[in-house]
């Protein structure tokens, strides 16, 4: 280390207030000064407003948080946060989000790795449309100022991201990503566009994705009851890769750095069945090959349940009332509460297929029950075992003769039967009909060269900025300039797709560009997906999200699968682009989810008004594990508060003490209180202070462990713990001399000096203030214990 600083402290009195100067002073610098007040004893307060402006200001100064450069050999990491929807506000569950994530990067720099933390807004979609609409203002104008105003809140709370590598989705800088990805999966047959049966709402006037259909078939966005409708739409295709997503869970939950909230909302998503599949082949010739999840039964099936979105099931519905009865399921729409099995439509084809035991003839249907339970496939209808086959068989008048079988008597075998899985997961619509998201790159020739790709070169198709959506349809559709265009293939006239990107279909790759130097990601698109730097970052080496992000990573596991084999991520052998990954859950309160609507919100601002950013970052580390949900009670906060405010109390005397006992030598700790000399004094005291060096050794190795398993809850205790075993070292000095000698001060405050170290990922304004009143030079990152020696002593 250059130029080490030298901290000067003296007692000065003026006009009966005495205060304590201490200076630092490194060659060539101007010196810090801090002046602490001290009257009646007290010392300066606790003041977190203040030595957290000064600690960010010191951040800004020093650049702390760049991303390093790939050209070294340090070992790197890429801490992946969530990408927020630029929705207005950074609410609590933000803030336990990110001071989990936030943690754990400075744990990383602590340690002497490079670490990439940053992320993107992700702000196109229909939230941001609808924030827009309802304060009269564009949606480019509301996300801007939405991206500004979350941003300062989170510069507030004192995150370590590196902001210079944040972006906003919807700059057409990034944006055209969306449309590079989009083309480069339609090449390769990964998106097509189809017909079939989406969710609608009504209300929103917009096709709506799985995930934004809740429980109870209501619109995420509005909570109006969703139906089902038949529209052309644009589909990713997932079915693809959802086997290599399964075969690869095992070998994620045994890599230990997948938690298991994670592990499971992937196996959720995905949603396995096993079973066994039998070829059925009808008299006319026709096969079907239906599934089930009760192999041991399928003698026992009594129909055939064929999915409205089977391949084959246009073959199926080929009688005219089967058929116009499908139409009328697809386009008359179906109500969610249609979806139960007592209700749920379905239809009769009239046709018939052998049961796979004693070729008895079982009757064929079609119902979209089958999509949510197996995906879009055919399966039996086994009502002796299955609680919903009996109702369907119930529905159908079948006889429930076969509910009187002994169940100790074996059934008759199934030969054809083959051990086979489904999943419930299946091809999604990627369209939407609202103007706030990226177009997508397809014109329609009014010639002969019918659905035309935009090519790569004359990407991006531009939204135009100055749209007024007014909450129903999609105005782009009504904007002529954006919607005529010239053929890519003919020169001729041609028409625009008036649909938008599914800002899901952003969110595929939004976890790409902070790894690209800002400066680079103006080139050419091909150029920057095969940015050198994205070997050096990728996959990233933890993801920290809610538990409610299981489909995003699940789709996000998918298309870099798809990347891999396409060309640009094909370093990525495993098609993983997060090698671990750590959900958290929700912050409720009073055991429920916080809404406006039920008046239970905590509001991060006035917490951090009141308390400070440190605070309100330890209290939502402190309250619960990751995996549980954090039930808000202000008590952790006043316990974090209470805490904090100690160590820095506890802290500021000791170094006035020791500041008075300056040149004093061991003079002062030799006056004792029965007058005994320094050595045997000394002697009395050491296995204190070997006693506190073992709980520091103690409180390094726990509190090494907890980080490492983001066990941050853990950490903030062992840190606790450990303060309070340096009140208590002191407590029993003080107990057998009248005053700590120097030797013993110095034990304690390179004790302190441990805990500002183990602290400084948890609550890191204030650790780093009393890391440099405690002697570091204040230019540095404060390294972790054991990493560098420079422990102040
Ligand atoms: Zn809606
Ligand atoms: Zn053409």
């Known amino acids: 280390m250059e130029g080490a600083a030298e901290r000067r402290k003296s007692l000065v009195s003026e006009g009966g207030q005495v205060a304590l100067s201490i200076a630092i002073v490194t060659p060539g610098q101007l010196p810090w000064i801090c002046s602490i007040a001290m009257s009646d004893g007290l010392y300066a307060r606790y003041d977190p407003h203040?030595?957290?402006?000064?600690?960010?200001?010191?951040?800004?100064?020093?650049?702390?948080?760049?991303?390093?450069?790939?050209?070294?050999?340090?070992?790197?990491?890429?801490?992946?946060?969530?990408?927020?929807?630029?929705?207005?506000?950074?609410?609590?569950?933000?803030?336990?989000?990110?001071?989990?994530?936030?943690?754990?990067?400075?744990?990383?720099?602590?340690?002497?790795?490079?670490?990439?933390?940053?992320?993107?807004?992700?702000?196109?979609?229909?939230?941001?449309?609808?924030?827009?609409?309802?304060?009269?203002?564009?949606?480019?104008?509301?996300?801007?100022?939405?991206?500004?105003?979350?941003?300062?809140?989170?510069?507030?709370?004192?995150?370590?991201?590196?902001?210079?590598?944040?972006?906003?989705?919807?700059?057409?800088?990034?944006?055209?990503?969306?449309?590079?990805?989009?083309?480069?999966?339609?090449?390769?047959?990964?998106?097509?566009?189809?017909?079939?049966?989406?969710?609608?709402?009504?209300?929103?006037?917009?096709?709506?994705?799985?995930?934004?259909?809740?429980?109870?078939?209501?619109?995420?966005?509005?909570?109006?009851?969703?139906?089902?409708?038949?529209?052309?739409?644009?589909?990713?295709?997932?079915?693809?890769?959802?086997?290599?997503?399964?075969?690869?869970?095992?070998?994620?939950?045994?890599?230990?750095?997948?938690?298991?909230?994670?592990?499971?909302?992937?196996?959720?998503?995905?949603?396995?069945?096993?079973?066994?599949?039998?070829?059925?082949?009808?008299?006319?010739?026709?096969?079907?090959?239906?599934?089930?999840?009760?192999?041991?039964?399928?003698?026992?099936?009594?129909?055939?349940?064929?999915?409205?979105?089977?391949?084959?099931?246009?073959?199926?519905?080929?009688?005219?009332?089967?058929?116009?009865?499908?139409?009328?399921?697809?386009?008359?729409?179906?109500?969610?509460?249609?979806?139960?099995?007592?209700?749920?439509?379905?239809?009769?084809?009239?046709?018939?297929?052998?049961?796979?035991?004693?070729?008895?003839?079982?009757?064929?249907?079609?119902?979209?029950?089958?999509?949510?339970?197996?995906?879009?496939?055919?399966?039996?209808?086994?009502?002796?075992?299955?609680?919903?086959?009996?109702l369907i068989a119930g529905r159908l008048g079948l006889g429930q003769d076969d509910e009187q079988q002994d169940p100790t008597e074996p059934l008759p075998p199934v030969s054809a039967a083959r051990p086979a899985v489904r999943y419930r997961a299946g091809d999604f619509s990627i369209s939407r009909q609202r103007s706030w998201g990226t177009p997508i790159p397809i014109v329609y020739c009014d010639g002969d060269c019918g659905v035309v790709p935009v090519p790569v070169e004359q990407l991006p198709v531009l939204l135009p900025l100055d749209l007024k959506p007014t909450g129903a349809g999609n105005p782009l559709a009504e904007r002529e300039d954006f919607v005529q265009t010239t053929c890519p293939r003919c020169g001729g006239p041609a028409r625009r797709e008036t649909d938008t990107l599914d800002c899901h279909f952003d969110a595929l790759w939004l976890w790409v560009p902070v790894c690209v130097p800002p400066e680079d990601r103006e080139r050419s698109l091909e150029e920057i997906f095969a940015h050198e730097d994205l070997r050096a970052w990728l996959p990233s080496e933890r993801v920290v999200a809610g538990s409610d992000s299981g489909n995003f990573v699940f789709d996000q596991r998918i298309v870099t699968k798809a990347l891999r084999d396409l060309g640009p991520l094909a370093f990525l052998a495993e098609g993983e682009p997060f090698a671990g990954c750590l959900f958290h859950e929700m912050v409720i309160r009073d055991g429920r989810k916080m809404s406006k609507h039920l008046g239970n919100v905590v509001d991060p601002d006035e917490l951090v008004a009141r308390y400070g950013a440190d605070t309100v970052r330890l209290a939502t580390l402190y309250a619960a594990r990751p995996q549980r949900a954090l039930n808000w009670s202000d008590s952790a906060v006043l316990r974090c508060h209470r805490f904090l405010t100690q160590v820095w109390d506890f802290t500021q005397s000791q170094l006035a003490a020791a500041s008075a006992t300056v040149g004093e030598g061991d003079q002062a700790a030799a006056v004792d209180r029965e007058g005994t000399e320094g050595e045997r004094m000394r002697d009395t005291t050491e296995h204190l202070r070997a006693r506190l060096e073992k709980w520091c050794a103690a409180a390094v190795e726990k509190t090494t462990e907890e980080m490492l398993a983001l066990e941050m809850h853990s950490a903030v205790r062992n840190v606790m713990r450990l303060f309070d075993r340096i009140k208590d070292f002191e407590k029993r000095v003080l107990a057998r001399t009248a005053a700590l000698s120097t030797t013993d001060r110095d034990a304690l405050l390179g004790a302190l000096g441990v805990l500002a170290q183990l602290l400084a990922p948890l609550a890191p304004h204030l650790a780093e203030e009393l890391w440099i009143e405690l002697g570091s030079d204040e230019d540095d990152q404060i390294p972790w214990p054991g990493v560098s020696s420079r422990v102040p002593a």
Not at 82 to 111: E, K, L, M, Q
Not at 282 to 308: E, M, N, Q
């Open 50 to 390: 203040a030595i957290e402006a000064r600690r960010q200001a010191a951040w800004r100064a020093r650049d702390a948080f760049a991303t390093p450069s790939v050209e070294g050999d340090r070992p790197r990491r890429y801490i992946k946060p969530s990408a927020p929807f630029t929705s207005g506000n950074i609410h609590i569950g933000h803030v336990r989000s990110y001071s989990i994530g936030d943690a754990y990067a400075r744990f990383w720099r602590a340690r002497g790795e490079d670490v990439l933390f940053a992320f993107g807004f992700d702000a196109f979609g229909l939230p941001a449309e609808l924030g827009a609409i309802e304060r009269g203002l564009s949606p480019s104008d509301w996300v801007a100022g939405c991206a500004e105003h979350m941003r300062s809140q989170l510069e507030r709370l004192g995150y370590s991201f590196d902001w210079d590598r944040t972006f906003v989705s919807s700059d057409a800088l990034m944006y055209r990503w969306s449309q590079w990805l989009f083309v480069t999966l339609l090449d390769a047959g990964l998106i097509y566009r189809g017909t079939g049966a989406v969710d609608w709402c009504d209300t929103c006037q917009t096709t709506l994705a799985t995930i934004q259909v809740e429980e109870g078939g209501e619109c995420w966005r509005c909570h109006n009851p969703v139906r089902l409708i038949q529209r052309a739409q644009w589909y990713l295709r997932i079915s693809a890769y959802l086997q290599e997503n399964d075969e690869r869970l095992d070998t994620l939950a045994g890599s230990g750095v997948w938690d298991e909230v994670a592990l499971s909302s992937q196996r959720f998503v995905l949603g396995r069945v096993d079973g066994v599949e039998v070829d059925l082949d009808g008299s006319d010739g026709a096969t079907l090959t239906a599934f089930t999840p009760h192999g041991d039964a399928a003698a026992l099936a009594r129909f055939v349940l064929i999915s409205p979105k089977h391949p084959d099931v246009e073959t199926w519905a080929g009688a005219p009332e089967a058929r116009a009865r499908l139409e009328e399921l697809r386009s008359g729409g179906l109500e969610r509460s249609d979806r139960d099995a007592e209700a749920i439509p379905l239809v009769d084809t009239g046709r018939t297929l052998p049961s796979p035991a004693d070729g008895e003839p079982l009757p064929v249907l079609i119902s979209p029950l089958v999509d949510g339970r197996f995906g879009a496939t055919a399966v039996l209808g086994i009502p002796a075992r299955d609680h919903t086959d009996a």
